[in-house]
DNA sequence: TGCATGACCAGAC
DNA sequence: CGTCTGGCCATGC
C-alpha cells in the first residue's frame, strides 16, 4: 500500500506480491514479474534491492531462477538473506534452496 | 529526451 | 557443469 510514498507504483505491486508469500516458501523474481504482466525480472530485483518496507515485506523469500539467494541483499547481506530463510525452516546449502521443496506458485494470487 | 544501471533470464557453446 | 551474449524495462540523473 502506498503509506507516504507517491511515485512508486510499479515497485509498490512487487511488494504486494511479495507479502502474500506465504512462511517458509519461496519464489523466484521471474514468477512475479509475470503475473506482473510484463515479464522483466531486473525490475522486481531492484525493488526489492531498495525495499523500503524492510520488515513488512519478506523479501527474503525471493530467490532468482536456481534457488540462489541475493549476492547484495539489501537488508544486510547475503548471509542475513540465508539465516532469515533458516528461521523459517529452509535448508540453505551454498547460499541456494532447493525450488523443488519450497517452491510456491504464485500463479494463483490476485494482485 | 537520452543514456546508463541493475537482488534477472533464456539461449548458445 | 561453466561462461558469454543479448534482451528486458522501470528508474534516476
Redesign the pocket.
Known amino acids: 500500500m502506498a503509506f507516504y510514498q507517491i511515485?512508486?507504483?510499479?515497485?509498490?505491486k512487487v511488494y504486494e506480491v511479495v507479502k502474500k508469500i506465504p512462511k517458509g516458501k519461496v519464489v523466484?523474481?521471474?514468477?512475479i514479474?509475470n503475473i506482473l504482466g510484463?515479464?522483466?525480472?531486473?525490475?522486481?530485483?531492484?525493488?526489492?534491492?531498495?525495499?523500503p518496507y524492510?520488515p513488512i515485506?519478506p523479501?527474503?523469500r525471493?530467490?532468482?531462477?536456481?534457488g540462489?539467494?541475493?549476492?547484495?541483499?539489501?537488508?544486510g547481506g547475503i548471509e542475513i538473506?540465508a539465516e532469515r530463510l533458516r528461521a523459517e525452516g529452509l535448508e540453505v546449502n551454498d547460499n541456494m534452496v532447493d525450488l523443488n521443496k519450497y517452491l510456491f506458485d504464485v500463479s494463483g494470487l490476485k494482485i
Open positions: 511515485t512508486m507504483n510499479y515497485y509498490e523466484r523474481y521471474g514468477d514479474a510484463h515479464g522483466n525480472a531486473r525490475v522486481v530485483g531492484t525493488a526489492l534491492h531498495k525495499n524492510a515485506v523479501c527474503h525471493v530467490v532468482n531462477r536456481e540462489k539467494l541475493a549476492k547484495t541483499f539489501g537488508a538473506h
